[in-house]
């Protein structure tokens, strides 16, 4: 398959070419915090900004989500914005929204366009395709993800997961999952790759927690287009600070195609 065909471009940043993009979360509570966050995490110049709003205490205040999205993208500028409301059955922080006033917050920023990206999980499939139908409408791409905090389901199943998300009209596949043994991360990067030649969409892949650290800086090779890494906060177990990333990335690249 030509790799062209899963590159997805998101205001000038290829998402799932050559080079992993690195996107990193803000978690902040208040807007001041959210902000700060923003702002330091922007001088570190990731190539996405997550912003987890199920951390944000004013979430049932849908005027004040889109105030300080407009003020998040006034500092992010031109990089791109994913929102995410993480469900707490998949690792979230508790809400006080029932999914379908979390769907009404999704089509709002989907209406607003200050965010360029949206992630919601596979899990609700109802909700997931009427919601993939407004943002497609409004031009925001759309992460379908899986996230397992408690083990690293089969390679099957994994991919399985991943060609879900695609037959759903998801622009990326995402799964986390956590390991139990370094033989979990193998499970992780053979599903990667297997489900890279299967999917003409971008995928984004990891394990969590320490021992998962290694996927969180090599996925790319096996075709996982994004990695997290912390900017100021982690918004999930294992998350390297973004200077150590880059270092890392880049030590590797050098090597690799140079050496």
């Known amino acids: 398959m030509n790799i062209s065909q899963k590159i997805v471009s998101v205001r000038g940043t290829q998402i799932g070419g050559e080079q992993p993009c690195i996107c990193t979360p803000i978690v902040g509570a208040s807007m001041e915090q959210i902000l700060s966050e923003t702002e330091e995490v922007c001088r570190k110049r990731p190539d996405i900004i997550e912003w987890r709003a199920d951390f944000f205490k ?96 089969p390679k099957e199943e994994l991919v399985q997961k991943m060609l879900q998300a695609e037959s759903y009209g998801a622009d990326i596949a995402k799964v986390a999952v956590m390991p139990a043994s370094p033989q979990d991360l193998l499970v992780l990067f053979q599903a990667t790759q297997e489900a890279r030649s299967q999917l003409s969409i971008p995928l984004i892949t990891m394990s969590m927690g320490g021992l998962g650290v290694i996927t969180r800086l090599a996925g790319w090779m096996f075709g996982s287009a994004v990695t997290f890494a912390v900017g100021q906060n982690s918004s999930a177990p294992g998350q390297i600070p973004i200077e150590d990333l880059k270092e890392v990335l880049h030590i590797v690249q050098k090597h690799m195609f140079h050496g």
Not at 129 to 147: C, D, F, N, P
Request: net charge negative; glycine share 4%.
């Open 58 to 153: 004013d979430i049932y205040d849908p005027q004040k989500v889109l105030e300080t999205a407009l003020a998040i993208r006034k500092i992010a500028g031109e990089i791109p914005i994913l929102f995410t409301i993480r469900s707490e059955k998949e690792g979230g922080n508790p809400v006080p929204l029932t999914e379908t006033e979390k769907i009404r917050l999704f089509i709002e920023m989907c209406k607003s366009r200050l965010v360029d990206m949206i992630d919601y999980e596979l899990l609700y499939e109802k909700e997931l395709v009427s919601l993939r139908q407004v943002s497609k409408e409004y031009g925001i791409r759309m992460i379908m993800s899986y996230h397992n905090f408690s083990s690293t389901p």
